[in-house]
């Protein structure tokens, strides 16, 4: 696992294992966002989205 950078946005492969400390299945992670468990993404282009390091970091903080 590769640590956060400080800032900036990250895509999926970043967040989710194994590369990322986040230990969920890409199926489970967009169940996670359409609940509101997990933060929303930002869509950068039609195949492109991505996620705010600190919405991130909070959720691995458990202060979000």
């Known amino acids: 696992m ?3 950078p400080r800032e900036g946005l ?3 492969s970043s967040i989710l294992s194994p590369s990322g400390p986040i230990p ?3 199926s ?3 169940a ?3 609940s509101g ?3 929303k993404p930002i ?3 039609p195949r492109t989205t991505v996620w705010r390091v600190e919405d991130i970091r909070a959720l691995l ?3 979000e």
């Open 10 to 12: 990250l895509r999926l």
């Open 32 to 34: 996670g966002v359409k």
């Open 24 to 26: 969920v299945s890409k």
């Open 2 to 4: 590769r640590p956060l």
């Open 43 to 45: 869509k950068l282009g």
């Open 37 to 39: 468990r997990f933060p």
């Open 28 to 30: 489970t992670w967009w």
């Open 61 to 63: 903080e458990g202060t």
